[in-house]
């Protein structure tokens, strides 16, 4: 059974950084993509962020050129660098993975829906 778990939220001012990361275990890590999701209270869960199996990355609008996505897959760990924080970018934060392997070709994890094994999530919270 695959589990996933965030850490690396908190308390952050206006225009600071922090770094999240989504710890794997259960799964052949190297055979899956990775995304980052968000939840702001009131609001449904988006996508903000997703990383290929072959590394390949892709944004939200609203995060591109902030938050920087990557995999380190001798670690099993995804981590999510987001720089330039927002008062718009508090939220939870979950990452969920989906199998994209395929030996000839891989789709764009942008275009995949399937995200399961949810982590708990990590709180990131921007204020002054």
């Known amino acids: 059974q695959a589990h996933l778990v965030e850490a690396g939220g908190g308390l952050v001012q206006p225009g600071g950084s922090l770094r999240l990361s989504c710890a794997a275990s259960?799964?052949?890590?190297?055979?899956?993509?990775i995304g980052w999701f968000r939840q702001a209270p009131g609001n449904e869960r988006k996508r903000i962020s997703c990383?290929?199996?072959?590394?390949?990355?892709y944004y939200a609008d609203s995060v591109q050129g902030r938050f920087t996505i990557s995999r380190d897959n001798a670690k099993n760990t995804v981590y999510l660098q987001m720089n330039s924080l927002k008062p718009e970018d508090p939220a939870v934060y979950s990452c969920?993975?989906?199998?994209?392997?395929?030996?000839?070709?891989?789709?764009?994890?942008?275009?995949?829906?399937?995200?399961?094994?949810w982590g708990q999530g990590t709180q990131v919270t921007v204020s002054s």
């Open positions: 990383i290929n199996s072959d590394g390949q990355t």
């Open positions: 259960g799964l052949r890590f190297d055979w899956y993509a």
């Open positions: 969920a993975v989906v199998n994209d392997y395929n030996p000839l070709f891989i789709t764009a994890c942008w275009d995949l829906a399937d995200y399961g094994y």
